[in-house]
């Protein structure tokens, strides 16, 4: 299965709902609601459940300001 049928799956699955996740690149498809940080120096998102887990994903400056981007405006 590859990054386009999983996407579409999200959709089918979680119709309304799917609107949390944004696919950021070619490897990557991430529900929002998790996204701790930006860091576009460090080319790295940060991905946490605001009590323990954090995981960092490496993400190219590119897709890391298209998120940042798409962050700031759902936040508004």
Not at 22 to 41: A, C, E, P
Not at 56 to 72: C, H, R, T
Request: glycine share 2%; hydrophobic share 50%; charged share 25%.
């Amino acid at each position: 299965m590859n990054l386009s049928h999983t996407e579409e799956a999200i959709a089918t699955q979680l119709g309304k709902a799917a609107n949390h996740f944004i696919r950021i690149g070619k490897r990557f498809v991430v529900n929002m609601n998790y996204i701790f940080q930006v860091d576009i120096q460090k080319q790295v998102l940060l991905l946490s459940d605001w009590e323990q887990f954090v995981f960092q994903l490496p993400i190219s400056k590119d897709a890391l300001k298209k998120v940042k981007d798409i962050v700031i405006k759902i936040k508004i």
